[in-house]
Nanobody, 125 residues
Framework: QLQLVESGGGLVQPGGSLRLSCAAS????????VSWFRQAPGKEREGVSC????????NYADSVKGRFTISRDNAKNVVYLHMNSLKPEDTAIYYC??????????????????WGQGTQVTVSS
């Protein structure tokens, strides 16, 4: 079964850091743009960051710009989300998703082919 698996979530204090990983199983991410989404309780799922298939283009939601960095290692078939200066409002379930396209063009959830199961990030003192 083709799938994405996230890891790296947890409980962290405000101002702390986490690194999320998204690993693909049974398929290669080489031809996929990959995005991270998050969903907080009672809110809609929102796009956080995206990286192109070759890693030469990235974009970020305004709420995380300057604090989060997305990267990928195609040799390991993994995409990362480095999160620094975390705030309580970053608390959410974080999902990675892959779209069969070279560039990041949309955060429309309907345009993504594969999703992970999500990993919880809680920022609290």
């Amino acid at each position: 079964q083709l799938q994405l698996v996230e890891s790296g979530g947890g409980l962290v204090q405000p101002g702390g850091s986490l690194r999320l990983s998204c690993a693909a199983s049974r398929f290669t991410l080489d031809y996929y743009a990959v995005s991270w989404f998050r969903q907080a309780p009672g809110k809609e799922r929102e796009g956080v960051s995206c990286i192109s298939s070759k890693g030469d283009s990235t974009n970020y939601a305004d709420s995380v710009k300057g604090r989060f960095t997305i990267s990928r290692d195609n040799a390991k078939n993994v995409v990362y989300l480095h999160m620094n200066s975390l705030k309580p409002e970053d608390t959410a379930i974080y999902y990675c998703a892959a779209a069969l396209r070279l560039r990041c063009t949309t955060y429309d959830v309907r345009e993504y082919d594969y999703w992970g199961q999500g990993t919880q990030v809680t920022v609290s003192s």
